[in-house]
Every structure is written in C-alpha cells, then in structure tokens.
C-alpha cells in the first residue's frame, strides 16, 4: 500500500512539474502569461485538474517540463538506504546459488519426458520406470533444496 502511494505521488509531482513547465515556456510565449496552475494534491484518492490545454503545448514547453520533473529526483521518494560491501556480496551469492535451481527445473522436466517417452515405448516396464523415475526425482529435488540451504546460510548467516 505504501509503494503505491509513493508511485502515486511519483507520477503527481512529474505532472505537476509537466503543469508547470507547460504553463510557464509555452503559455509565456504565447501571450497567456497568466495561467492558473493548481498543485495536484495527493489524498486518499488523488484527483488531476488540468492545467492547459496540451494542444496548445510546443515540444520546447514539453521538454521543458520535462527537464523539470526531472531536477526532482525520480528516486528521492525510495527510501534511501546503503548497503555495504558484505550486504552486497551476500546477495550477489544467493543469487549465484540460486542457478542451480534452474538446473533442477530442466532436469525434471527431462526425466519425466523421458519416463512418457519409455512408457510409451514399452507400456510392459511403466511400472518399473515410474519407480525409477521417483527415485530420480527425489534425488535432483534435494539438489534443489541443498541449494535453497546455501542461498538461506550465505544470507542469514
């Protein structure tokens, strides 16, 4: 709840900041020195008015606006927070233990493609084959979950 208020309010200062580029370059130069601009005011439910008309806007006056949204940085409404070299290197290596879940992924799908393709083959063994495949998948599933014990110890320990 609290992000979309915060891209809520991104996306009303970039238009406030559109607003008011539009009504200073473009409607100055065009003899309407006076336009009303009205701040847009983020409630529990936000409500725009328009400024100007944006047929009358001129790429200059666009850009403008948008030079000026942009001087607010997009990013000062994140919570700024800094993370140091270890932080940083742990997350880089729980996700670069997490590969091999990937790994499993297509394994799975091999072998279990593989068991149609013998059962289809030879319906005489299917029994045999599904045991064969269970044992196979229990054995790439705990690949799968040493690497979730790997990711879990490089971050919480």
């Known amino acids: 709840m609290a992000l979309q208020q915060q891209s809520v309010r991104l996306v009303l200062r970039n238009v406030n900041g559109l607003a ?8 100055a130069g065009m003899g309407a020195s006076s336009v ?6 983020c409630q529990s ?8 008309s944006i047929s009358l806007a001129t790429p200059s006056s666009i850009a403008s606006g948008i030079r000026a949204s942009a001087k607010a940085s997009p990013m000062s409404l994140a919570p700024q927070r800094s993370m140091s070299v270890l932080a940083a290197s742990k997350m880089v290596g729980a996700g670069c233990a997490t590969i091999a879940l990937a790994g499993v992924g297509a394994g799975l799908g091999v072998m279990f493609g593989s068991l149609i393709n013998g059962a289809a083959r030879n319906p005489n063994i299917a029994k045999q084959l599904v045991g064969y495949a269970l044992l196979g998948f229990a054995l ?10 790997v990711v879990f110890l490089i971050l919480f320990a």
């Open 20 to 27: 008011r580029g539009l009504a200073t370059q473009g409607m």
């Open 36 to 41: 009303p601009t009205e701040q847009v005011v």
């Open 45 to 52: 439910k936000p409500v725009m008015q328009a400024s100007a």
């Open 140 to 149: 790439t599933e705990s690949i799968a979950l040493f690497s979730l014990l």
